[in-house]
């Protein structure tokens, strides 16, 4: 399929953690090739990416290892001191806003 061979860096072993605020074009389409794929894909309330721990404990809980997010969640969830949120991810998207890296 056209998603599959645009995007091929979605594989169908992936689980899709994304939230509405990192859905620009390619922050919408690669959830949307991981559902041509079969992927199980999450989308997160706003609430929850508002706070962050919780945003978190649902990487955990849907063994998420494909985050599609913005850099400023990223940065938030890197400051988490218990590193078991991330321990499943294999790939991050950063999508939505542009990369500060100065901080």
Known sequence: ???????PMIRKEDTIL?????TTLGGTMLPLTGLT??????IAPPEL?????QFA???VLYRVNTLITMPSLLKNLLKIKDGQ??????TIY??????DDTT
């Open 1 to 7: 399929n056209w998603s599959a061979r645009t995007y």
């Open 18 to 22: 994304c939230h509405l605020a990192a």
């Open 37 to 42: 794929q079969g992927c199980p894909i999450f």
């Open 49 to 53: 990416v508002i706070d962050t721990h």
């Open 57 to 59: 404990k649902m990487l």
């Open 85 to 90: 949120a991330m321990r499943n991810l294999k």
């Open 94 to 99: 950063l999508t939505g806003e542009a990369y």
